[in-house]
Every structure is written in structure tokens, then in C-alpha cells.
């Protein structure tokens, strides 16, 4: 009797343990069948509530484009070098990234034995001025005297006769020699004194010219900025006292323009058959992300520069070509970008991706037909955003259903209110 009790509850506790696993998985269907049946009533409700809406077929600009790689790069920079016929390098005013504007000074040179022909030059000048003054002071004293002596021979006439009466400080009618001669050697010594004058005035116009000169050329040992930009490149090595030598090219600095940036990159010739200056470009850069830029090709090399694939194989062709941007905002020199260049663009009637009905190999679309729902086929294009391009099947006038819901059936009566 007690074999009996123990087997009994033996087997009742084996039991136990399959019977709570049943209740457990039993218990999880019902909670999935739940979850289910709520998903499927969420989503009838969600595609009850679109199931009537129409729109019409709207017209979307739809563009076929070639993608090609570029950068961002200065309009240009100006190399300035070192001219060894200057001297050498007497001051640099700028600093490396300093923004400049055109006709700023840059860098001079040092030249002693112009700034001594200078100095002399002008030396020159004063002395032929002081000169030329003294002269002109002669002249004037000289022509004072003149008058003077020729004062005391002067006629007297008169009116009422109409007679001429010579009056002198000697007996009338007789001569004076002595003022004579006076006279005579003041003349002579004034056209003397007039002639050194004109000769000073020409020295002096000779030095002024000698000094414009010198100065000039001395005001072409600054070198100025012919171009507003950013200073780039500065070479240290180049600086006060540096002399280059005769025939070495040396570069002193660069000036990246501040003109608006460019686009530059290479095409293969598939890629150049088709991309002429003049088409359109969508312009984006994984440096700046969700942002794009417009802009156009502005210029197409017809000369290739070749590059090795491999030693084993012909060099590859690659065309040069250029672009301009209408807004630089975002981009700067270096940028790498991706452009899509327009080789097409066409308005066509379009509907939302989601008006699409895809059966086996053909697409249809729902439209309203005197209240009634129809399943109209059509030809599908180009997809831009979530619209799609409708090439055949539809009219302006026809009236699509957005998102159409799998629990509407064809026939269906529209309710038009």
C-alpha cells in the first residue's frame, strides 16, 4: 500500500512540470495571436483612413544625370618670384594667411648705390634751382637799372603841337656818351644774365627729370599686390637680405585669389562624349552633409594629360574640365565633391511612389471614374524623392489613389461628398 502512494505521487509530480510548460506556450500563442490581430487593425485602420484619397497627377521636373568626382579649388593664385636684378630683400610686410587687397605693399628691395644717385640727383636739382632764382633776381635788377638810364633820354611829347621836346641834363640837342655806353653794357649784361637763366631752368628741368626717375625706379623695388587674397605659402627662407642669384627662379610667396571658388576635375573620354560647357551641375560633398550647391560647366579641355594604368597597358586619357558654382557658401579649397552634371531634363506628369501597384512584371495605379474605382496600368520613368515619373497610362485630369489600401475592391463605390 504505501509502493502504491509513493508511485501515485511519483507520477503526479512527473506531470507537473509538462503541464505548466503547456500553459506557458499556450499562454504565449494567445499573447501573439493578441499582438497580431492588433497590428492588423492598426494597419486597417491606417489604410481605412487613405484608402480615399485622390489626387491628381502633378508635373515633376525629371533630370538624367552623369556623376563625376571634383574639388573645390581657388579661381587662381599668382605666384610672385624673387627678381635678382632688384638687389636683394630689404623688408616683407605680410605673414602668411593675411588677407590682402590689390595694390598693397608686399615686399621691397634694397638698392644703395640707387638711393645714392637719388640723393645726388636731388642735390643737383636744388643747386640749379638756387641757381635759376639768383638769376632771375639779376635779370630783374638789371632791367630796373635799364629803365632808369633810359629814363634820362626819354621824349617828351606834346599834345597840343603834336611836337616832340627832348630834355637832358645837358644842352638840348647834344648827346651824353657815358649814358650811352651805360646803357649799352646794361643791355649786353642782361642778355647775358637771360641766357645763364635759360640754361639753369634747363638744368633744373634736367635733375627734376633725373630724380623722377631714380624715384621711380626706386618705387619699383616695392612690389606690390595685383590681386585681393590670402597670402599662401610664404617662404621662409626668403627674407630680409636674401639675394637670389642670376637665372634662379625662387618664389617668395603665393596669392589665393578671393574670387569666387571653382571646380576642377578630370573626365574619361565616355565621360567628356557627353558632358559639355554650359550643362548644369547638382553639387554635393561628404564633408558637408544635406546641403547642395548649383552651378555649370564652364569649360571642357579637348586635350587629354595620360595616366599609367599599369606597365603592362596604354596610358589612359583623362580631359580636364572646369565648373563654377552660383553660391559658395559651405565650400572651401580642398573640399573633395560630387557633381551631377544635367545631360537631360524634362517635365513629366508624376505620382507618389506610394500610388504604385506592382503585379508580376506590370505596375498599375487606383483612379476614380465616375465614382468608381478602377485599376488603371501603367508605364512607369525616372524616380526623384518619392515621386514617380508616369510615361504612359494617365492624364492630367485623372484622379490616383494615394496609398490604396489592399481592402478596397475594384468597383468599389466612391463616395464622392
Do not use: C
Not at 109 to 137: D, F, T, V
Amino acid at each position: 500500500m504505501e509502493t502504491a502512494k509513493r508511485i501515485g505521487t511519483e507520477s503526479k509530480q512527473a506531470r507537473t512540470p509538462r503541464q505548466k510548460k503547456s500553459t506557458l506556450l499556450g499562454i504565449l500563442v494567445l499573447i501573439l495571436i493578441l499582438v497580431m490581430v492588433s497590428l492588423a487593425i492598426i494597419e486597417f485602420n491606417k489604410r481605412d483612413l487613405k484608402k480615399l484619397v485622390f489626387i491628381h497627377p502633378t508635373e515633376k521636373t525629371f533630370m538624367k544625370t552623369k556623376t563625376v568626382s571634383a574639388r573645390v579649388v581657388q579661381s587662381h593664385t599668382e605666384t610672385i618670384y624673387v627678381n635678382p636684378s632688384k638687389g636683394s630683400i630689404k623688408e616683407v610686410f605680410v605673414k602668411e594667411g593675411e588677407t590682402v587687397s590689390k595694390g598693397q605693399q608686399l615686399f621691397s628691395y634694397e638698392s644703395p648705390a640707387l638711393s645714392a644717385e637719388l640723393g645726388q640727383a636731388e642735390i643737383n636739382k636744388e643747386l640749379a634751382e638756387s641757381s635759376a632764382k639768383q638769376l632771375k633776381e639779376q635779370i630783374a635788377s638789371l632791367e630796373n637799372d635799364l629803365l632808369e638810364a633810359e629814363s634820362i633820354t626819354t621824349p617828351i611829347t606834346s599834345d597840343a603841337s603834336n611836337t616832340t621836346v627832348t630834355t637832358n641834363l645837358t644842352d638840348v640837342g647834344d648827346s651824353d656818351p657815358i649814358a650811352d655806353q651805360s646803357i649799352l653794357s646794361l643791355n649786353a649784361e642782361l642778355n647775358t644774365a637771360k641766357a645763364d637763366s635759360r640754361a639753369a631752368e634747363l638744368k633744373v628741368e634736367k635733375y627734376t627729370l633725373e630724380a623722377e626717375k631714380l624715384k621711380a625706379e626706386l618705387d619699383s623695388l616695392i612690389v606690390y599686390s595685383t590681386t585681393a587674397g590670402v597670402i599662401v605659402n610664404l617662404n621662409k627662407n626668403v627674407g630680409q637680405g636674401f639675394q637670389a642669384k642670376e637665372n634662379q627662379q625662387m618664389a617668395i610667396m603665393e596669392i589665393a585669389s578671393n574670387d569666387p571658388f571653382k571646380i576642377e576635375g578630370k573626365l574619361t573620354e565616355a565621360e567628356k562624349a557627353k558632358i559639355t560647357p554650359g550643362q548644369p551641375i547638382i553639387v554635393t560633398s561628404n564633408v558637408v552633409a544635406n546641403k547642395n550647391w548649383n552651378g555649370k560647366i564652364t569649360e571642357v579641355s579637348d586635350y587629354p594629360t595620360y595616366k599609367d594604368k599599369d606597365s603592362q597597358q596604354e596610358p589612359i586619357p583623362y580631359y580636364s574640365f572646369k565648373a563654377s558654382l552660383d553660391s559658395q557658401k559651405g565650400l572651401y579649397p580642398g573640399y573633395s565633391t560630387s557633381l551631377d552634371v544635367v545631360l537631360q531634363s524634362k517635365q513629366l506628369l508624376a505620382v507618389p511612389e506610394t500610388s504604385i501597384i506592382g503585379i508580376g512584371n506590370s505596375t498599375y495605379v487606383m483612379v476614380q471614374k465616375k465614382g468608381i474605382l478602377h485599376k488603371q496600368k501603367v508605364e512607369t520613368g525616372q524616380k526623384t524623392g518619392q515621386w514617380v515619373a508616369i510615361l504612359k497610362g494617365l492624364k492630367g485630369e485623372d484622379k490616383v489613389g494615394v496609398n490604396p489600401s489592399w481592402i478596397v475592391h475594384l468597383g468599389t463605390l466612391i463616395n464622392l461628398n
